[in-house]
């Protein structure tokens, strides 16, 4: 719609110009109306070239077409010639300030230059030619300056909407990758959830159907093996309860990091019907949801495989707070006989991913882990920096 109003202005300004120059008031110097009639057909030429180029292809592949300051420069000749010479003519200088703006804008600098050079330059011989006055030799040039300069504005002007049209854009482009990071970390977050808190469970439950198979095969006690899998019952359902929690925590945050341990061992104590102590040093304070997640799973999976391998030993839990890091220690005796030594490398029960992807988490936090024996105990240490509490994994 605005390239038709543009040529329809400019169609009719042409024809208005040839009205003026032709017929209203033309020119009475001797051969000012034969160069007029030249020029005005020469501009005609040069206005059908600008619609060939521009208007008739797709938009922006006449930008870096050479023939398009070429058709302004003549544009810009012809109106030159015609509004020196005097008349209804002298009118044609619009068209040489419409050529100056449009190369100003449009085209390189040098081009803008040269195609206004060659207006002022056909303005100031024919100007001389015909005897033109000083409004002609000097306003006229004066007029199509203004024109390459509101050109320059409306080009720089331009380009400033382009880039910020193309940061808008990338802004939009990187804000939607963004969202689809954090959806994906998201993601990942709630599945190493329920992996850990389903490991835990069912490593727990897989402990107490081999027990419960020991009783039966070994002394064909079927209360105490009914015992077993009741309790065993009651840990699938405790499981499931603690996977809803789980789930429900990442939503709206957990219970501080020493109250969730103080559950998790008095639970341990009461399901495996062993000594679990815990205890805090120094003073406990708040940290960040991924911080107090990693250290609890990292204890219900040491749990676990305390009542896997160190079935009936005494087990303690230890959270230690100090001005640097946060150390959350579990020991658990070995039972006799035990020929482990030195650390271990961090593996779940089976082989699985349980404290290997405790260690993993902990390496987004600045943290470290270490499993291994000592003094006739099996001892884990996960370790992390009191700066985790600023830290975005």
């Known amino acids: 719609m605005l390239r038709t109003v543009n040529w329809v202005a400019r169609a009719l300004g042409f024809a208005w110009l040839g009205l003026l120059a032709f017929l209203i008031a033309p020119a009475h110097r001797p051969f000012a109306v034969p160069v007029q009639i030249a020029a005005y057909c020469l501009l005609g030429l040069g206005l059908l070239g600008w619609m060939l ?8 592949a006449w930008l870096r077409d050479a023939r398009f300051p070429v058709v302004l420069g003549v544009i810009a ?7 020196g010479a005097g008349g209804g003519g002298t009118a044609m200088v619009a ?18 230059l040269a195609v206004t050079g060659a207006g002022i330059l056909a303005i100031e011989i024919s100007g001389l030619a015909f005897g033109g006055g000083y409004g002609v030799q000097l306003g006229f040039p004066v007029i199509v300056v203004a024109g390459l300069l509101i050109g320059r504005n409306r080009g720089a002007y331009r380009i400033q909407a382009e880039q910020a049209a ?16 954090a959806w994906i970390d998201e993601r990942a977050r709630i599945a190493r959830e329920i992996h850990d808190i389903l490991a835990h469970s069912l490593g727990a439950l897989g402990i107490q159907i081999q027990a419960a198979r020991a009783v039966l095969t070994d002394h064909g006690d079927i209360a105490r093996a009914d015992e077993i899998l009741g309790a065993a019952q009651r840990m699938a359902a405790e499981g499931l309860v603690d996977t809803r929690r789980a789930v429900h925590a990442l939503r709206a945050g957990t219970l501080p990091l020493d109250e969730e341990l103080a559950r998790v061992s008095g639970t341990y104590a009461q399901r495996y019907h062993v000594a679990a102590s815990f205890d805090v040093g120094g003073v406990p304070a708040p940290l960040p949801p991924d911080a107090t997640v990693a250290l609890l799973r990292i204890a219900q999976e040491s749990l676990v495989n305390a009542a896997k391998h160190a079935e009936g030993q005494r087990v303690s839990v230890h959270l230690d707070y100090s001005d640097t890091d946060v150390r959350l220690t579990i020991r658990n005796d070995l039972p006799p006989g035990t020929g482990v030594t030195g650390p271990a490398a961090v593996s779940t029960v089976n082989g699985g991913y349980g404290l290997t992807g405790m260690r993993e988490r902990l390496r987004l936090l600045n943290g470290t882990l270490q499993a291994g024996r000592r003094d006739n105990q099996w001892v884990v240490t996960a370790e992390l920096p009191r700066t985790a509490e600023h830290v975005t994994p």
């Not at 000749?77 to 509004?83: R, T």
């Not at 300030?97 to 040098?110: D, H, K, N, R």
């Not at 193309?166 to 990071?181: I, S």
Request: hydrophobic residues 55%; proline residues 2%.
């Open 53 to 60: 180029i521009v208007d008739l292809r797709p938009a922006g």
């Open 166 to 181: 193309q940061l808008l854009a990338q802004r939009d482009q990187l804000e939607a990758e963004q969202r689809r990071a």
């Open 95 to 112: 068209f040489v300030f419409v050529a100056a703006l449009v190369a100003g804008g449009e085209t390189s600098l040098a081009a803008a």
């Open 77 to 83: 000749v012809a109106s030159g010639f015609a509004a």
